[in-house]
């Protein structure tokens, strides 16, 4: 499976981006999909994930009612929709496909693919 992120860019705070991340090479019905963040300087870190079936979501307490993560199995997508922007939020922005238990625990050597990075940059 490849993953490929796309929407990044720079924004001002306040503002909103909405990343997507595709799968190629076969279906990611069967996963959980995810996304993970990684500021300048810092580790990576848990963003937000959906089951495979879309109806579970789970979030950072960080981003918490600012971002939205949601999937279409029909074409191999995953979307995080991100408002409210903070400075904070700065980081390159990884999709990632697993178990839910591994990408909600930030158990990331055991996640299973990963997409390149798309940036996201919010000033202030």
């Known amino acids: 499976v490849q993953l490929q992120a796309s929407g990044g860019g720079l924004v001002r705070a306040g503002g909103s981006l909405r990343l997507s991340c595709a799968a190629y090479?076969?279906?990611?019905?069967?996963?959980?999909l995810g996304w993970i963040r990684q500021a300048p300087g810092k580790g990576r870190e848990f963003v937000a994930a959906?089951?495979?079936?879309?109806?579970?979501?789970y979030y950072a307490d960080s981003v918490k009612g600012r971002f939205t993560i949601s999937r279409d199995n029909a074409k191999n997508t995953v979307d995080l929709q991100m408002n409210s922007l903070k400075p904070e939020d700065t980081a390159v922005y990884y999709c990632?496909?697993?178990?839910?238990?591994?990408?909600?625990?930030?158990?990331?050597?055991?996640?299973?693919?990963w997409g390149k990075g798309t940036l996201v940059t919010v000033s202030s």
């Open positions: 959906v089951g495979g079936s879309g109806g579970t979501t």
């Open positions: 990632a496909a697993g178990t839910e238990t591994y990408l909600t625990m930030s158990n990331f050597p055991y996640i299973d693919h």
């Open positions: 090479g076969r279906t990611v019905s069967n996963y959980a």
